[in-house]
């Protein structure tokens, strides 16, 4: 091989070592059967069903979707069910949800409704297996993933399909250590076309999580890309050569569906209704 080729070659072959996925003892994908998940439940955040609630995820049930839906812990270390860091836009309350115990996160109403924060543990107990989950654990900011061993105690002993993601690498590789056999997703889009990206100081960390070179750490069982980003190179590359399955977030219309059914295999949605038939 000519010396002008070694460099090349070389960096390729890392470049392909750092995107791969997970190649032997993969996890059961029962939970991408499901084609169809509703982002934090069937919602709407201007009725009495706004996301993340019980509401939204009875009529997620009820409508036979699969749900997506985010985790993160109170202060007193219990999972609740929450997006946000903070609690401003969801019940109007400028604070941190790791600041509040559960007392006092379920004195709160969501968006002006009557629908409280749900925990963990009372949304496992009403899904009770009827429909697979995809949930997000939520450390997007922080080298600490101690949430991971209180969120999986609980869904240790829940009985139907569910399977876990995270855009940060460290909560996945938690589970590359502690729960090999479930399985794991990476949780990423474009950030350097973000608004927020120029004040942000991790730049070289999400640069490495936006083209997916953190898989050496983790090595993932499906990724879970923002579909306004499907050009991704990495992101075809691991669907159209290793097969790894991968998820649209978010898909907000029936032509958002239609322009990415040939591009993923499973559909987060939410802002309308799909048909199943759409698929």
């Known amino acids: 091989m000519k010396k002008t080729l070694i460099l090349p070659c070389a960096g390729a072959a890392l470049y392909l070592y750092m995107i791969l996925p997970r190649l032997a003892g993969k996890p059961d994908r029962a939970p991408f059967k499901q084609k169809l998940f509703a982002h934090r439940g069937l919602f709407d955040n201007e009725s009495e ?3 993340n609630s019980m509401a939204a995820f009875r009529k997620a049930v009820e409508a036979g979707f699969g749900i997506e839906l985010d985790v993160q812990l109170s202060r007193d270390g219990v999972p609740v069910i929450m997006h946000d860091e903070d609690l401003k ?8 949800v790791k600041s509040l115990t559960l007392e006092e996160l379920k004195a709160l109403t969501l968006f002006k409704s009557r629908e409280r ?8 107990d009403m899904v009770h297996g009827r429909v697979p989950l995809i949930v997000e654990i939520k450390a997007d900011n922080t080298a600490d993933v101690s949430l991971c061993g209180p969120i999986q105690a609980l869904l240790d002993t829940y009985q139907g399909l569910y399977c876990v993601e995270s855009f940060n ?10 729960r090999r056999h479930i ?55 691991l669907r159209k050569v290793f097969g790894i399955p991968q998820a649209a977030w978010t898909v907000k219309s029936p032509r958002q569906l239609r322009e990415n059914r040939g591009l993923f295999d499973v559909f987060i949605f939410d802002s309308f209704v799909p048909r199943q038939s759409n698929l």
């Open 49 to 51: 069903a706004p996301e």
């Open 89 to 96: 836009r969801a019940c109007g309350l400028d604070m941190p």
């Open 117 to 124: 924060i749900p925990t963990l543990k009372e949304f496992l």
């Open 169 to 178: 690498p460290l909560v996945l590789f938690w589970y590359r250590t502690h």
């Open 183 to 237: 399985m794991r997703g990476q949780l990423s889009e474009a950030f350097s076309r973000t608004e927020k990206f120029d004040r942000l100081l991790h730049k070289p960390f999400l640069i490495q999580m936006e083209h997916l070179t953190s898989n050496f750490l983790t090595r993932p069982d499906f990724i879970a890309y923002n579909c306004l980003n499907h050009e991704n190179l990495s992101r075809r590359i």
